[in-house]
């Protein structure tokens, strides 16, 4: 089976910086993706790891060890707006279809 | 705004009914996905389409269907609707192989 396990959630308060994780257990995936979704809004692409290593896109940044069965987000400067749900997923070969993780709620406090 | 329009925004109806969720792709877009959300759950896949054809199922109920269309807009059907079904109904539409998808803003679906 394919399974994406993230923690549920994630607490902390603007400034400061904060690493949301995300381990698998799925093979023969291009990349992994991350997404933002805000209460009752779209899910938003963030960033997508295809290669191991560090991907940085302004204040966030994704990294991947496919070795590890592992990935993570990172968040920097975190401003009240990213108060919202992160999920990590894996696009498949053969069908591209993209498997969410259990996603991560994180609550940013003044 | 991502590109991808999804109609209705809203609807209720009663259990054992059939509803038609309707998902018009990204300009350019041949893939299309239909993802389910429960309230305070993940994204569940449910089907995918590229270019007409079905690409990839998910864990979708017999009871559920989808298409899509020459033009690339996509429908998914819900019949003999229960209560288990209210949800959000995400589409999303991609460029092959990016990893990255654009989603609409959704379909709440409520059954009464």
């Known amino acids: 089976g394919q399974s994406l396990e993230q923690p549920s959630e994630v607490t902390a308060v603007e400034g400061a910086i904060v690493q949301i994780n995300c381990t698998y257990q799925?093979?023969?995936?291009?990349?992994l993706s991350w997404y933002q979704q805000h209460d009752g809004g779209a899910p938003t692409f963030l960033s997508y790891?295809?290669?191991?290593g560090l991907e940085e896109t302004g204040r966030f940044s994704s990294f991947l060890s496919r070795s590890d069965s592992y990935g993570y987000l990172l968040l920097q400067e975190l401003q009240m707006k990213d108060s919202a749900s992160y999920f990590c997923?894996?696009?498949?070969?053969?069908?591209?279809?993209?498997?969410f993780g259990t996603g991560t709620r994180l609550q940013v406090f003044p | 705004d991502s590109g991808v329009t999804q109609t209705p925004k809203h609807l209720i109806t009663a259990t054992g009914q059939r509803v038609t969720l309707r998902c018009s792709p990204r300009?350019?877009?041949?893939?299309v996905y239909w993802y389910q959300q429960s309230l305070d759950q993940g994204l569940q896949f449910l089907i995918q389409y590229y270019n007409g054809e079905e690409r990839a199922k998910g864990n979708i109920l017999e009871r559920f269907s989808a298409q899509q269309f020459p033009d690339l807009h996509s429908e998914l059907n819900l019949s003999s609707l229960e209560l288990g079904d209210s949800a959000l109904y995400f589409c999303a539409s991609s460029v092959e192989e990016s990893g990255e998808l654009f989603f609409g803003e959704g379909s709440r679906l409520t059954v009464l």
């Open positions: 300009s350019g877009d041949l893939s």
């Open positions: 799925t093979s023969g995936f291009y990349g």
């Open positions: 790891n295809a290669l191991d």
């Open positions: 997923a894996v696009s498949h070969y053969n069908t591209d279809k993209l498997i």
